[in-house]
């Protein structure tokens, strides 16, 4: 072979090289398409054996005469979800639009843990659903620690027994230091249940059932009925109110009222930058702020038994 031949040769060889490296996918994408493929493949044969049984059925209805003297039978309607999921498994995968609702959440979750976190990539689902969160693994931690004590309790009344084990070690230091009260009365205090935050709205418009509904046209008697329940909810003792505002998530310190010349005052104390308390806003511009878009709601998060 010429030198000349050779040269071509790998040139040609290269050329293909560099061509096959720019069309290969990334090996992510290609499982990810298999994965789909192989989902839409089970709703395809789930739809084409639905059609089967249906057709099944209507043939051996047909071979048999019928009676008139029975009632005719109505054929089983069939489920809205799987003819939804049929079409949907007959329409192509837009990986892109799934790509990039990936990549908002990867940046809402950077913005979130940012030095100066940012609330903007989540809503009131995001508190709602973090509270659901913390109450399940504090639920499986609690389960967690008394199968565990269960299982040193069963290892303790195994272990010998020594003179000096039925002595109980009483603290020498306490908290309760201060009240004065003997040692040995720390051991007769109930311990506390444990607990978890439960949020959920409160107030706000729209059409989702909440407690106090909220509408532009509403009377000023009912507007007197929704600041009652808003004060009755605030004053309770095992509860906090949250005012999701216009790009902030504030805390309701505290509410007042008077009538000056005959016209009710109503306002709550609450932060429109940051957490400190630094503003009261009036309820009748809450309820405007509220009632602007959906998203603006007034939360309740409050105190339960952790299994109740």
């Not at 090996?27 to 044969?45: Q, S, V």
Request: hydrophobic fraction near 35%; include cysteine.
């Amino acid at each position: 072979m010429s030198s000349h031949t050779y040269r071509l040769s790998m040139n040609v060889l290269l050329a293909q090289r560099d061509v096959a490296e720019e069309e290969a996918p990334a090996l992510a994408f290609c499982r990810l398409w298999e994965l789909y493929e192989e989902l839409n493949e089970k709703k395809r044969k789930l739809a084409e054996e639905d059609g089967e049984d249906d057709e099944s059925s209507d043939e051996s209805d047909e071979d048999e005469e019928p009676d008139e003297d029975l009632p005719k039978k109505k054929k089983p309607a069939r489920p809205r979800q799987r003819i939804a999921a049929a079409r949907k498994a007959a329409k192509p995968w837009n990986w892109k639009g799934e790509l990039g609702e990936i990549l908002r959440k990867s940046d809402g979750v950077a913005k979130t843990c940012a030095s100066r976190p940012s609330t903007a990539p989540f809503g009131n689902w995001g508190l709602i659903k973090g509270a659901q969160r913390l109450r399940e693994d504090a639920r499986r931690a609690a389960r967690e620690a008394e199968v565990q004590a269960l299982i040193d309790n069963d290892d303790d009344a195994t272990a010998p027994v020594s003179s000096n084990d039925d002595e109980r070690q009483l603290p020498v230091r306490t908290s309760l230091a201060f009240l004065g009260l003997p040692q040995d009365t720390l051991f007769g205090c109930p311990k506390a249940p444990p607990t978890h935050i439960v949020i959920s709205l409160l107030a706000g418009g729209g059409r989702a059932k909440i407690p106090i509904p909220l509408k532009r046209d509403d009377s000023p008697e009912t507007i007197e009925r929704q600041w009652g329940k808003l004060s009755a909810a605030f004053n309770r003792p095992d509860a906090s109110l949250i005012f999701h505002l216009k790009n902030h998530y504030a805390l309701i310190y505290a509410l007042r009222e008077w009538t000056s010349d005959g016209k009710r005052v109503r306002q709550l104390l609450c932060a429109r930058k940051g957490q400190r308390p630094s503003a009261w806003v009036d309820w009748l511009e809450a309820r405007e702020t509220i009632l602007g878009w959906a998203g603006y709601k007034l939360m309740v998060a409050e105190r339960c038994s952790l299994f109740s």
